[in-house]
């Protein structure tokens, strides 16, 4: 896990996120991810994927009418709220084939062992048991599969940095296990992934204080028209101290709402008259008049758009189709890596001394979690050839390579007890790679 702020995000990293599209964006959305992301999104060097997650959104609804209507409200918020889809990739996860077939690349290196204790799946197995039902009564193979599927999104665009809220934290830990399994298996081709976490970003609470939430059903929708925002505001729970007691900000829902969209110094004034003990429904005013101010142009684009669902689609076409430049290609290389391959190709060990013509084979030095440190060797088309077993120090590991690139494949024997034997590699295909790097060496 990661923890940054806008402003330190480096050159050439890659952003992805995903919107799982169930119900209509509320202003803790607002607050806690749309506002966040269209910021970062124009930051110069970062290189942003959004997408509407809609695949997810089955594990969860099996309403279609509803599915439709919330991934054009979620997309038209985004768009309303300034995301660019000129600069960004904005694309509906549904209309990547890709992903599906990388889930299944992926759901072959999972242990289901690791899914059983996924959270989301592990609550619903200990709320049935609690209950004293059957473990995985009305649990869906879908949910039971959500992080693969996550891991697809993510691994599909080597995303380096995925900002989300702190549930989805193992999702991401998963993803980065599932890239880690399957370049061991196959060959670097996935980046590791790492979340991104914002702590600058509060959890808004909702009308009742706790925290804004579908789930709760005390949220406030973002684009909700002008007089049923002042209605909704109004409803805002407050402790009952009459007009001219001073007020407490701290634990006061109305306050932190206001802080999230208000600059410092109209803070500072809210909080002074809050102590000269303004009237709650002045300071509720106050908030409508806020975030109307925040929300109002933003608003009518939104109504525009809505009331355009085919531009919308159109641009989301456009989005998928600047995904899709990125996941074919690389779909192929996945699925040549693991050998779902043409037939008419010569298998990878027999092609091996056409391969080492394109590509030099090469040694990579790695630490492993368990803090030791590992190599292994790859040839020229990223397929595994030799793997170590763990050393205790970089040094170690090191001078095993130095032996392999100064004798060959006569080193293999006085190393035998340090390396891990890989299954379907031939000793000629590793002797082919050690020679051909052996008098590559300067
Ligand atoms: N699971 C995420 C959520 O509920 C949504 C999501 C799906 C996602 N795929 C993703 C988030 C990939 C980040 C990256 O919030």
């Not at 985004?78 to 889930?103: C, H, K, M, N």
Request: charged fraction near 20%.
């Amino acid at each position: 896990m990661m923890i940054m702020t806008n402003k330190q995000t480096s050159a050439s990293q890659r952003f992805l996120t995903g919107i799982t599209t169930t119900g209509t964006p509320h202003l803790g959305n607002f607050v806690g991810s749309i506002r966040p992301s269209v910021a970062a999104s124009k930051g110069a060097s970062a290189e942003s994927f959004y997408f509407l997650a809609d695949y997810h959104a089955l594990i969860k609804c099996d309403e279609p009418a509803r599915i439709q209507q919330s991934t054009l409200e979620i997309a038209a918020s985004w768009l309303a709220a300034g995301l660019d889809p000129e600069r960004v990739t904005f694309y509906r996860q549904s209309d990547i084939p890709e992903i599906p077939e990388l889930t299944w690349l992926l759901t072959c290196v999972t242990a289901k062992g690791v899914l059983n204790r996924a959270h989301a799946y592990k609550a619903s197995v200990d709320k049935n048991t609690a209950a004293g039902n059957d473990p995985d009564a009305d649990v869906s193979a879908g949910l039971f599969m959500y992080p693969v599927l996550m891991g697809a999104d993510i691994l599909m665009f080597k995303a380096h940095h995925v900002p989300v809220g702190r549930d989805q934290i193992q999702h991401i830990e998963m993803a980065r296990d599932m890239a880690q399994r399957f370049n061991h298996l196959y060959g670097e081709h996935f980046v590791l992934p790492q979340a991104l976490i914002e702590e600058s970003v509060a959890l808004l609470p909702g009308l009742d204080g706790r925290k804004m939430s579908k789930s709760y059903d005390n949220t406030i929708p973002l684009f909700t028209p002008r007089e049923q925002l002042k209605k909704l505001i109004a409803g805002i729970v407050t402790d009952s101290r009459t007009p001219g007691a001073p007020k407490d900000t701290e634990g006061s829902a109305l306050f932190q709402i206001y802080q999230a969209f208000a600059s410092a110094q109209e803070t500072a004034t809210l909080r002074k008259a809050f102590a000269e003990g303004i009237a709650w429904g002045d300071a509720k005013h106050m908030l409508f008049e806020r975030i109307d101010r925040e929300v109002a142009p933003m608003r009518e684009h939104y109504q525009a758009l809505i009331g355009n669902p085919a531009k919308i689609e159109a641009s989301l076409l456009a989005g998928a189709d600047k995904a899709r430049q990125l996941a074919t290609p690389f779909m192929r290389e996945l699925r040549q890596a693991v050998g779902l391959r043409k037939l008419a190709a010569a298998p990878a060990a027999a092609a091996k001394s056409k391969a080492a013509k394109t590509s030099e084979p090469v040694f990579k030095q790695y630490r492993e979690a368990d803090g030791k440190f590992h190599f292994k060797l790859l040839d020229g088309q990223g397929q595994l050839l030799l793997q170590s077993h763990g050393f205790e120090s970089p040094k170690e590991a090191g001078k095993a390579i130095a032996l392999l690139q100064a004798q060959g494949e006569a080193a293999l024997a006085t190393l035998q007890q340090s390396l891990q034997p890989v299954p379907g590699v031939t000793a000629e295909a590793i002797a082919a790679a050690l020679h051909l790097r052996t008098s590559a060496a300067p």
